[in-house]
Every structure is written in C-alpha cells, then in structure tokens.
C-alpha cells in the first residue's frame, strides 16, 4: 500500500541530508587545503633548488629539501585521496536519493489501478525508472555535488594565491 493512499504526505525524496552535504563540503575544504599545501610546498622547495650553498651547509639543505619534496609527493597522494572519497561519496548520495525516489515511484505504480495503467506503454513506465533516473543520478553525483566541491575547492585556494601573490591570484580570479 502506497502511502499517498493512507493521506501521509509523502516523503520528499529529494532532500539530502544535512550530514551528506556537510561531509561533501569538508572533503572540498580538505581539497583546498591540500592544493594550498602544495603551492607552498612548491614555493619551498622551488627556491630551495635554486639555492647556493657550498659544503655542509649545502649538504644539509639538501636533505632538508628532500624531505620537502617528500612532504609534496605525500601531500600529491592525499589530494588524489581526497577526490576519490568526494567521487565514492557523491554518488552514494545519488544512489541513496534516486533509491528512494524509486521506491516512491514504484508505491504509486502499486496504488494504481489496472485501468489508469491499461492505457500506457510499458516500455515507457521502465524507461522513467531506468534511463531517466540514471540521468537524474548522474546529475546529481556529478554535477550538483561536484559542483559544491569546485567552490569549496576554488574559493580558499584564489584567497590564499592572491595572499601569496595578488597578481596570480587576481589573474587567477579575472580568468
């Protein structure tokens, strides 16, 4: 029994939960702040290289900034890391949300009688739950949601380049 029939509203399904987008929006904070580690990495390490010591001061600083480059390789793979998560995540939301949405579809179609579904094509009821809610999950994955990444990627990483350098960054920006 579908619950439109026992007077319920029904359960709206596309809301998303509070907790899913927070999480989305802390891996895009997590992205920036891996992409902005990286940019100062860089600029340590690119002016480390281009150092010019002698002796056992050079020696030093040379393995100092091995280490740098290390940090930058392991900051590399921990924002690699990072996207694949944002990925994994967003779409566990569509399939949650487009689960629901069809399960809703599915309590209507029952709650139907033979005659309102005498007159439709069935190949058209499948193609609603099959091709559009897959177009509508992969909007949502990887469009909506990815898109609260990007700005939650875009804005700290322009602030910090502009910081850094305000000709970059306002480049950056104007771009």
């Known amino acids: 029994m579908s619950t439109h029939q026992t007077g319920e509203p029904p359960e709206n399904p596309f809301r998303l939960a509070r907790l899913d987008v ?10 920036a702040g891996a992409l902005i580690a990286f940019v100062l990495l860089l600029i340590v390490v690119s002016r480390a290289v281009g150092a010019e010591t ?28 990072l996207r694949g998560w944002e990925f994994t995540l ?17 309590g209507h179609l029952q709650g139907m009688t033979p005659a309102h579904v005498q007159g439709r094509s069935r190949g058209g009821l499948l193609l609603r739950f099959i091709g559009d809610l897959s177009m509508l999950r992969t909007w949502l994955s990887r469009g909506l949601l990815a898109g609260v990444v990007a700005v939650a990627v875009l804005v700290p990483t322009l602030v910090t380049l502009t910081v850094l350098n305000f000709r970059i960054g306002l480049t950056l920006v104007a771009v």
């Open 90 to 106: 967003a779409e566990k939301i569509g399939y949650d949300l487009i689960r629901r949405l069809r399960m809703q579809m599915y």
């Open 22 to 31: 927070a999480r989305v929006i802390a891996l895009g904070l997590a992205q």
């Open 54 to 81: 002698l002796g056992p001061v050079a020696d030093a600083a040379w393995r100092t900034t091995l280490l740098q480059i290390a940090g930058l390789a392991g900051v590399a793979v921990l924002y690699g890391l």
